[in-house]
């Protein structure tokens, strides 16, 4: 089969390593022999909560905001997110000598929404369920002036987001699979572009939670497919449709799309803790879920996993990794 044109190639992902090295952490690639037990294959976790603000977010959004003109910059960015970008965002422009307006879900958790005004943002709310965030960041990034500077909408912030797989397979070496969390599709976009780039026979799997499954109804209908707002743990995972970009990207290079329950990812919290001695946020446990849970057969002997955030407040954590109620 021909792979048309995609909007995020190989090269544009080095490209964005070249620009981010020294400015976002190089994280680092975690093993546990207790795992790969489990699992029976060899695992490489790329643990994307040691980055900057937590969690992978900030390699998009740099990249992309340190590309746009002086005259951009001193107009100020816009974005919209339920977190993680949120904070890569404020961060980023704050690093680039920029303001950032952030348009946030009034039930974003609250660490994440203290964290990016922290950063110096202006953080603007609305109701996730009644609200259209897209919406209303194209008419404040209009009324000011800004520049909108999308969760993964945008080729520059997919090229970003994957120099996370870059590193991973420069690290680890040769795998045969590789493990990403979906949520609008942006990591797995970048990542899918940079793994298959160096390595083609690599299987990528995306994982969804189970109640947010719209990127696998959408590869199974061959169109993006829209469902519900999603209610899982995995808040970062919410999405309602995949973007229009990744998914041009996803559909020619994603392999499939495993499915997680919110006990799994619960689970999966657990082992890292207990086992790793690292905090993950929920949708950035879905791919050890994914592995712990076997909802990905016949696994090849060396595994890539993408672990794509930490930010989860002590008492939200502990409330989520407490013993499930008989």
Request: some cysteine.
């Amino acid at each position: 089969m021909t792979i048309p044109a995609l909007p995020v190639t190989l090269d544009d992902v080095q490209d964005a390593a070249a620009r981010l090295k020294g400015v976002a952490h190089r994280t680092p690639v975690l093993r546990s022999r207790t795992l790969d037990a489990r699992v029976g294959a060899e695992v490489f976790l790329k643990c994307e909560n040691f980055q900057r603000i937590g969690a992978f977010k900030f390699r998009g959004a740099y990249n992309a905001i340190s590309r746009l003109t002086p005259e951009q910059l001193d107009r100020g960015i816009a974005a919209y997110s339920s977190g993680n970008h949120a904070q890569a965002a404020a961060l980023a422009a704050r690093e680039l000598g920029s303001a950032a307006v952030i348009v946030m879900p009034e039930d974003a958790p609250r660490s994440k929404r203290e964290a990016t005004a922290g950063y110096g943002a202006e953080v603007v709310t609305y109701d996730r369920y009644t609200g259209d965030r897209v919406a209303i960041g194209e008419a404040l990034a209009a009324e000011r002036g800004l520049t909108l500077i999308p969760p993964y909408e945008h080729p520059h912030v997919m090229a970003g987001q994957g120099t996370a797989a870059l590193e991973l397979i420069e690290d680890a070496g040769d795998l045969g699979a590789l493990l990403v969390p979906v949520g609008g599709g942006g990591l797995i976009a970048g990542s899918a572009t940079a793994a298959k780039g160096l390595l083609p026979g690599i299987r990528v799997t995306g994982v969804e939670p189970e109640a947010g499954d719209d990127t696998k109804r959408s590869l199974a209908a061959g169109e993006r497919v829209s469902i519900p707002v999603p209610r899982t743990i995995a808040d970062g995972q919410a999405a309602e449709i995949p973007g229009e970009l990744t998914f041009s990207v996803n559909k020619h290079l994603v392999d499939d799309i495993a499915l997680v329950s919110d006990d799994d990812i619960r689970a999966a919290m657990q082992f890292a803790f207990e086992r790793l001695k690292i905090v993950i946020e929920p949708s950035g446990a879905t791919p050890l879920a994914a592995l712990l849970s076997g909802r990905v057969p016949e696994l090849p002997r060396r595994v890539g996993v993408i672990v794509s955030g930490g930010n989860i407040d002590a008492g939200r954590f502990a409330e989520l990794c407490a013993p499930l109620k008989e």
